[in-house]
């Protein structure tokens, strides 16, 4: 294991200033903070923070990146806690080491092909700083190095994943050596066989040609020498995974791949690469449509060289790459080296192409090159690609992007319409939150549901996706159509008993062309909704029965089996059902299970008021109306006399509130008033003095001296109805006040 002076020393010889004591804090830190921990292999937990600590000095990371690397599995594995790490090494450090937390959620996830281009966004979207995202890549090279301790099944897993989210990540943030080794690991795990033969394969055919390769070397370095160009050659292999690609994708065998052997030249300067290409190409022959300049036209992830093929001194073909020391530094470690690159003047810039999700990267990059400190630019370097999205996930690992601004709500709907239908509440993170809460990146949404819930309709307005909104457009429908198909059974029932016959729903099937209706819910529904008159059902059903129309008195209430209808502000009221057979639920006081619970919704209300109110503590009744439902009436109302030839329109209503309840009910109210400066405003005053609210005013008659006006008020009670009644009889200007139809 690397001793911590020595982790210092490889920093300083690329930072000769390092600040040693925040390195040294962190190697102590995490070493206790990870105490006795094993890894799968045995080893101490600690050597890997430290393994991938000395990743990133290869990669001459700043030190801040290097404590984060030693720290990065603290807040996930030991009982450090963010604000912990916040006081001992500052808040940069401790979001940057939260940010790992974060994204070791990733590992969680079940590999799922369609979740890979999620997870990479992700992977960018909670990364936020491109230090957490290099952190995390040398992270998973060491994880994948030792990868050979794991449990089979996980290890390819973890292979795949890597194949399919890491490597090409890391190749977009122009990490090629990351990449090339993460794809050979994870080749080497997924498909064993595959690579053992090609690499076989591969050392057979270096070993061969190992005279041509040195010959090749010492032509090139002879032909510089030359030219008084001076270089650096270094020759490379193809790695296993690339050949193999290769022979898959161009399904080439491996006899006919040509660019097995590799050459870098290395120069001092841009003119100096043309100088050695010049060289080159006068030498020996050039493989026609295989030179590529990316030296005046760069390639999107900011890779940088010239690309050719040409036939060598013994008829083989070479592929040469020739390119600055920068440059070089840029293939190797990407975003990383550019702490280093200075070269920003001499650099040709090609034409951008924003099309590309990835051009975030090169923009990045061209900002680096131009900065005074390429550290703070590090430091302040935010990954802004996605930033309209959310990802976040189940408890069970499963990964939902959804739009910024997405509540739980929405992430129910997104795993299923009937969690989102059923969805009560939501625990984000462990903690239960507000539906209303605006989901971050990386949450664990729980979700908690109930059978008996409907989606309020007010939900409709909160949630940002479409599915969401659909659905619960869909549910306030089905809802209110079940409001009004109970409360029509309970009509029914009591329609039938009117007529001294039993009511069942199969009664209704053999009727429904006659009643005109597709389905017996549907003729549950009209006559819910006032539409399709009972006594027209009776007779459906009963062609036979006469009906005696017995004038109806006003209705008795009863104490048993009364069913529930609730309005939008809450009010409840309740309907008799059928003379109950049921008793025990009634007499247990409760709402008993045919209980119609009638709840407003979006002004689409079964029970409404008429134009002149009605206040608890007025008897009342309920007249059904076509397509509306139940219209609530005080029973003094001469309005109702409208009604006295159609007992089937009667409903028995009664108030089931109680001192809780606190709300408000309409009230009309009719104001005889001296007509005098500040007559109004003194009659608002004593309304408002009352605690009452006024709705609309109107003025009914005029006279030179008396102006009789409509109040629609909103009292709690009758009680409180009377008691402003009177306080403004007793005022000097009022003539009269008295309750409109009470
Ligand atoms: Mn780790």
Same mark, same amino acid.
């Given at each position: 294991?690397?001793?911590?002076?020595?982790?210092?020393?490889?920093?300083?010889?690329?930072?000769?200033?390092?600040?040693?004591?925040?390195?040294?804090?962190?190697?102590?830190?995490?070493?206790?903070?990870?105490?006795?921990?094993?890894?799968?292999?045995?080893?101490?937990?600690?050597?890997?923070?430290?393994?991938?600590?000395?990743?990133?000095?290869?990669?001459?990371?700043?030190?801040?990146?290097?404590?984060?690397?030693?720290?990065?599995?603290?807040?996930?594995?030991?009982?450090?806690?963010?604000?912990?790490?916040?006081?001992?090494?500052?808040?940069?450090?401790?979001?940057?080491?939260?940010?790992?937390?974060?994204?070791?959620?990733?590992?969680?996830?079940?590999?799922?092909?369609?979740?890979?281009?999620?997870?990479?966004?992700?992977?960018?979207?909670?990364?936020?700083?491109?230090?957490?995202?290099?952190?995390?890549?040398?992270?998973?090279?060491?994880?994948?190095?030792?990868?050979?301790?794991?449990?089979?099944?996980?290890?390819?897993?973890?292979?795949?994943?890597?194949?399919?989210?890491?490597?090409?990540?890391?190749?977009?943030?122009?990490?090629?050596?990351?990449?090339?080794?993460?794809?050979?690991?994870?080749?080497?795990?997924?498909?064993?066989?595959?690579?053992?033969?090609?690499?076989?394969?591969?050392?057979?055919?270096?070993?061969?040609?190992?005279?041509?390769?040195?010959?090749?070397?010492?032509?090139?370095?002879?032909?510089?020498?030359?030219?008084?160009?001076?270089?650096?050659?270094?020759?490379?292999?193809?790695?296993?995974?690339?050949?193999?690609?290769?022979?898959?994708?161009?399904?080439?065998?491996?006899?006919?791949?040509?660019?097995? %052997?590799?050459?870098? +030249?290395?120069?001092? *300067?841009?003119? $100096?690469?043309?100088? &050695? =290409?010049?060289?080159?190409? #006068?030498?020996?022959?050039?493989?026609?449509?295989?030179?590529?300049?990316?030296?005046?036209?760069?390639?999107?992830?900011?890779?940088?060289?010239?690309?050719?093929?040409?036939?060598?001194?013994?008829?083989?073909?070479?592929?040469?790459?020739?390119?600055?020391?920068?440059?070089?530094?840029?293939?190797?470690?990407?975003?990383?080296?550019?702490?280093?690159?200075?070269?920003?003047?001499?650099?040709?810039?090609?034409?951008?192409?924003?099309?590309?999700?990835?051009?975030?990267?090169?923009?990045?990059?061209?900002?680096?090159?131009?900065?005074?400190?390429?550290?703070?630019?590090?430091?302040?370097?935010?990954?802004?690609? %996605?930033?309209?999205? +959310?990802?976040?996930? *189940?408890?069970? $690992?499963?990964?939902? &992007? =959804?739009?910024?601004?997405? #509540?739980?709500?929405?992430?129910?709907?997104?795993?299923?319409?009937?969690?989102?239908?059923?969805?009560?509440?939501?625990?984000?993170?462990?903690?239960?939150?507000?539906?209303?809460?605006?989901?971050?990146?990386?949450?664990?949404?729980?979700?908690?549901?109930?059978?008996?819930?409907?989606?309020?309709?007010?939900?409709?307005?909160?949630?940002?996706?479409?599915?969401?909104?659909?659905?619960?457009?869909?549910?306030?429908?089905?809802?209110?159509?079940?409001?009004?198909?109970?409360?029509?059974?309970?009509?029914?029932?009591?329609?039938?008993?009117?007529?001294?016959?039993?009511?069942?729903?199969?009664?209704?099937?053999?009727?429904?062309?006659?009643?005109?209706?597709?389905?017996?819910?549907?003729?549950?529904? &009209?006559?819910?909704?006032?539409?399709?008159?009972?006594?027209?059902?009776?007779?459906?059903?009963?062609?036979?029965?006469?009906?005696?129309?017995?004038?109806?008195?006003?209705?008795?209430?009863?104490?048993?089996?009364?069913?529930?209808?609730?309005?939008?502000?809450?009010?409840?009221?309740?309907?008799?059902?059928?003379?109950?057979?049921?008793?025990?639920?009634?007499?247990?006081?409760?709402?008993?299970?045919?209980?119609?619970?009638?709840?407003?919704?979006?002004?689409?209300?079964?029970?409404?008021?008429?134009?002149?109110?009605?206040?608890?503590?007025?008897?009342?009744?309920?007249?059904?109306?076509?397509?509306?439902?139940?219209?609530?009436?005080?029973?003094?109302?001469?309005?109702?006399?409208?009604?006295?030839?159609?007992?089937?329109?009667?409903?028995?209503?009664?108030?089931?509130?109680?001192?809780?309840?606190?709300?408000?009910?309409?009230?009309?109210?009719?104001?005889?008033?001296?007509?005098?400066?500040?007559?109004?405003?003194?009659?608002?005053?004593?309304?408002?003095?009352?605690?009452?609210?006024?709705?609309?005013?109107?003025?009914?008659?005029?006279?030179?001296?008396?102006?009789?006006?409509?109040?629609?008020?909103?009292?709690?009670?009758?009680?409180?109805?009377?008691?402003?009644?009177?306080?403004?009889?007793?005022?000097?200007?009022?003539?009269?006040?008295?309750?409109?139809?009470?």
């Amino acid at each position: 294991m690397m001793r911590q002076y020595e982790l210092v020393e490889r920093v300083q010889r690329y930072k000769p200033d390092v600040n040693e004591a925040l390195l040294n804090k962190a190697y102590v830190y995490a070493m206790q903070k990870h105490g006795h921990q094993k890894r799968a292999s045995g080893d101490p937990f600690f050597s890997h923070p430290l393994e991938v600590a000395a990743i990133l000095t290869e990669m001459r990371m700043d030190e801040a990146t290097i404590a984060v690397a030693l720290l990065h599995d603290t807040i996930e594995d030991t009982t450090a806690t963010r604000q912990e790490i916040d006081e001992l090494f500052g808040p940069d450090i401790g979001r940057l080491v939260e940010g790992l937390t974060k994204l070791s959620k990733l590992d969680l996830v079940s590999k799922k092909a369609e979740q890979a281009e999620n997870l990479r966004k992700l992977l960018l979207a909670i990364s936020e700083d491109v230090r957490v995202l290099l952190v995390k890549l040398a992270d998973r090279l060491h994880n994948m190095r030792t990868l050979d301790h794991m449990r089979s099944d996980k290890r390819v897993r973890i292979a795949e994943e890597t194949m399919e989210i890491y490597a090409p990540l890391a190749g977009r943030m122009g990490m090629q050596d990351m990449r090339e080794e993460l794809e050979e690991l994870a080749f080497r795990t997924i498909n064993p066989e595959a690579h053992r033969t090609v690499t076989e394969r591969l050392k057979d055919v270096f070993e061969r040609n190992r005279n041509v390769i040195a010959e090749i070397e010492r032509a090139l370095l002879t032909l510089f020498e030359k030219y008084g160009i001076e270089v650096q050659v270094k020759s490379r292999q193809k790695k296993p995974w690339s050949v193999f690609r290769k022979m898959e994708t161009k399904a080439l065998s491996f006899e006919q791949l040509s660019d097995i %052997f590799g050459f870098r +030249v290395i120069v001092g *300067t841009i003119e $100096g690469c043309y100088l &050695a =290409l010049g060289a080159i190409h #006068t030498t020996w022959s050039m493989v026609p449509g295989r030179f590529k300049d990316y030296i005046s036209t760069p390639k999107q992830n900011d890779y940088r060289s010239i690309h050719t093929t040409i036939v060598g001194p013994s008829r083989q073909r070479v592929e040469l790459q020739i390119r600055t020391r920068d440059m070089d530094e840029v293939a190797e470690y990407g975003v990383a080296a550019h702490s280093l690159y200075k070269d920003s003047a001499a650099r040709a810039t090609g034409p951008s192409s924003d099309t590309n999700a990835y051009a975030w990267l090169r923009r990045t990059i061209e900002q680096l090159s131009e900065g005074d400190s390429p550290e703070d630019f590090l430091e302040n370097t935010k990954l802004e690609l %996605f930033h309209d999205q +959310v990802f976040c996930f *189940t408890p069970k $690992g499963m990964l939902i &992007a =959804l739009p910024r601004g997405a #509540t739980p709500i929405d992430f129910a709907y997104a795993v299923h319409t009937d969690i989102g239908d059923t969805c009560v509440g939501a625990k984000v993170n462990g903690r239960i939150m507000p539906l209303m809460t605006e989901l971050k990146n990386g949450d664990e949404v729980d979700i908690i549901r109930s059978k008996a819930q409907v989606p309020p309709a007010a939900w409709e307005s909160v949630v940002v996706t479409g599915k969401a909104r659909s659905a619960i457009r869909r549910a306030t429908k089905n809802a209110i159509r079940k409001q009004y198909s109970g409360l029509g059974t309970r009509i029914l029932e009591r329609a039938f008993e009117r007529a001294g016959k039993a009511f069942s729903k199969e009664k209704l099937k053999p009727v429904l062309h006659r009643l005109a209706r597709k389905d017996v819910e549907d003729v549950l529904a &009209a006559v819910g909704r006032g539409e399709l008159a009972s006594g027209d059902v009776v007779k459906a059903v009963f062609p036979d029965y006469k009906d005696e129309r017995i004038t109806q008195t006003a209705p008795r209430q009863r104490e048993e089996g009364w069913y529930n209808l609730r309005n939008a502000a809450g009010m409840l009221f309740q309907i008799p059902g059928r003379a109950s057979k049921k008793k025990g639920a009634a007499e247990g006081g409760e709402k008993g299970e045919g209980a119609v619970p009638i709840r407003g919704v979006r002004g689409d209300l079964p029970v409404r008021f008429a134009p002149e109110g009605a206040v608890p503590g007025d008897r009342i009744v309920g007249i059904m109306q076509p397509g509306s439902g139940i219209t609530i009436y005080p029973i003094q109302s001469p309005s109702l006399t409208a009604f006295d030839d159609q007992p089937e329109r009667w409903i028995d209503v009664r108030w089931d509130i109680d001192e809780t309840t606190r709300e408000r009910f309409p009230a009309r109210i009719s104001v005889t008033a001296i007509n005098a400066p500040g007559s109004l405003a003194e009659i608002a005053q004593v309304v408002a003095a009352n605690d009452a609210n006024i709705h609309t005013l109107s003025m009914v008659r005029t006279a030179p001296d008396f102006t009789e006006m409509a109040i629609d008020l909103e009292v709690w009670d009758l009680k409180h109805l009377n008691r402003l009644l009177s306080q403004l009889k007793d005022n000097a200007i009022v003539s009269e006040a008295k309750r409109v139809n009470g």
